[in-house]
T-cell receptor, first 114, second 113 residues
Framework: DTGVSQNPRHKITKRGQNVTFRCDPI?????LYWYRQTLGQGPEFLTY????????KSRLLSDRFSAERPKGSFSTLEIQRTEQGDSAMYLC????????????FGPGTRLTVT | GQQVMQIPQYQHVQEGEDFTTYCNSS?????IQWYKQRPGGHPVFLIQ?????EVKKQKRLTFQFGEAKKNSSLHITATQTTDVGTYFC?????????????FGKGTMLLVSP
């Protein structure tokens, strides 16, 4: 399977714990995006990378969130000191270059903070 | 910041009826993309529109981009049960330097046989 993969698919954690998610994009794709989606909403942009460079972060993104793409391949999204409001589906997507190219989404990681 | 609004939020049709969802942006868009998300699934790209007034067709689906590049629509002719899902529009605006997509909240389509 050469699509976008995400791990884990589900994560249940207690409030205050740190969690880390991984995304493996389609290999030839330069851009990698992280989104958050809650029930009844569209994907909400969090941040994106072009190769290993993080080019933009949402102004709404808390400082508890950090993302890396160290070698321009896979990416990790870490949430520190999780809160119940962080419960959501975290989606990763990749594209060849820019927003003018279609984005391929992974299956997502569903986070539940208890 | 840029906002993308979609109406209706939800529509329930009988199989064979037509369906239309509308998308409006608060800012001029460089392009608009449409995605479909099946229940329990992830968004899947359907199409991209770039030119003012552009119309594209995919079998029973017709997509339009407004002349002012601030609105778009998706029309499905003779819906089938396989059309069930949530349809999202997503726009890239000049304000964002074309680099990020802003998604609407989507229109959930339910089709009864």
């Amino acid at each position: 399977d050469t699509g976008v993969s995400q791990n884990p698919r589900h994560k249940i954690t207690k409030r205050g714990q740190n969690v880390t998610f991984r995304c493996d994009p389609i290999s030839e794709h330069n851009r990698l995006y992280w989104y958050r989606q809650t029930l009844g909403q569209g994907p909400e942009f969090l941040t994106y990378f072009q190769n290993e460079a993080q080019l933009e972060k949402s102004r709404l993104l808390s400082d508890r969130f950090s993302a890396e793409r160290p070698k321009g391949s896979f990416s990790t999204l870490e949430i520190q000191r999780t809160e119940q409001g962080d419960s959501a589906m975290y989606l990763c997507a990749s594209s060849l270059l820019a927003a003018s190219y279609e984005q391929y989404f992974g299956p997502g990681t569903r986070l539940t903070v208890t | 910041g840029q906002q993308v609004m979609q109406i209706p939020q939800y529509q329930h049709v009988q199989e064979g009826e037509d369906f239309t969802t509308y998308c409006n942006s608060s800012t001029t868009l460089s392009n608009i993309q449409w995605y479909k998300q099946r229940p329990g699934g992830h968004p899947v790209f359907l199409i991209q529109l770039v030119k003012s007034g552009e119309v594209k067709k995919q079998k029973r689906l017709t997509f339009q981009f407004g002349e002012a590049k601030k609105n778009s629509s998706l029309h499905i002719t003779a819906t089938q049960t396989t059309d069930v899902g949530t349809y999202f529009c997503a726009g890239a605006s000049y304000d964002s330097g074309y680099s990020t997509l802003t998604f609407g909240k989507g229109t959930m389509l339910l089709v009864s046989p």
